[in-house]
Nanobody
Framework: QAQLVESGGGSVQAGDSLRLSCAAS????????MGWFRQAPGKEREFVAA????????YYLGSVQGRFTVSRDNAKNTVYLVMNSLKPEDTAVYFC???????????????WGQGTQVTVSS
């Protein structure tokens, strides 16, 4: 089994920044695609960002493009999501996920963390 543990969430004001971290252990490999998803109350889970195993190819949800940056440190088995210029609509539980495949829809992600809450107030 693999374990993914997110950290770094919190309550901030609009315009502030946060950095989420996801520490991977167990069966996840540095060759896995790593993704971030979020789920707001009453809404379906949505894709936010992903990064391929070598860290060259990155994918973003359109509404976070230019504000969020995904990165990874394979030596530390950790993936990061730096979130700048946060907006109230970014409020959600953020989940880290790992996929042995290239980035695709959420069904391609095999392992999931428990999530970390991000709350942005106006």
């Amino acid at each position: 089994q693999a374990q993914l543990v997110e950290s770094g969430g919190g309550s901030v004001q609009a315009g502030d920044s946060l950095r989420l971290s996801c520490a991977a252990s167990g069966r996840t490999s540095s060759t896995y695609t790593m993704g971030w998803f979020r789920q707001a109350p009453g809404k379906e889970r949505e894709f936010v960002a992903a990064i391929n195993w070598i860290g060259i190819t990155r994918y973003y949800l359109g509404s976070v493009q230019g504000r969020f940056t995904v990165s990874r440190d394979n030596a530390k088995n950790t993936v990061y999501l730096v979130m700048n210029s946060l907006k109230p609509e970014d409020t959600a539980v953020y989940f880290c996920a790992a996929s042995p495949l290239d980035h695709g829809d959420s069904s391609s992600y095999t392992y999931w963390g428990q999530g970390t809450q991000v709350t942005v107030s106006s």
